[in-house]
């Protein structure tokens, strides 16, 4: 069993930084890629970067400069540092990792739970 944490979400005003943290937890083999989504009312999921293992990095281009993803192979962790926040980015945000289970040839998507981010003056 896999389980992804998110944390770090809360609330900022328009022009802050917020750090948000998921961590991988379980019989892992290998992670090949760790993402960071949003979802805000109302609309669909969206990717806001991802980081694959070999640290190939992409950015959704609202993101523009404010957003950096980076991540902690050895400790199963992928952080988003944002920044420059406005009020636009409220949504919940997940993280998503494509995993290998020992035994298996493939890797699979899993999901965290989301970790709210609020932005308002």
């Known amino acids: 069993q896999v389980h992804l944490v998110e944390s770090g979400g809360g609330s900022a005003q328009p022009g802050g930084s917020l750090r948000l943290s998921c961590v991988a937890s379980?019989?892992?083999?290998?992670?090949?890629?760790m993402s960071w989504y949003r979802q805000a009312p109302g609309k669909e999921r969206e990717l806001v970067a991802n980081i694959t293992s070999s640290l190939h990095i992409n950015y959704a281009g609202f993101v523009k400069g404010r957003f950096t993803i980076s991540s902690e192979n050895a400790k199963n962790t992928v952080y988003l540092q944002m920044s420059s926040l406005k009020p636009e980015d409220t949504a919940a945000y997940y993280c998503?990792?494509?995993?290998?289970?020992?035994?298996?040839?493939?890797?699979?998507?899993?999901w965290g739970q989301g970790t709210q981010v609020t932005v308002s003056s």
């Open positions: 998503m990792m494509w995993i290998q289970l020992p035994g298996y040839p493939y890797s699979r998507e899993y």
């Open positions: 379980g019989n892992i083999a290998s992670i090949n890629a």
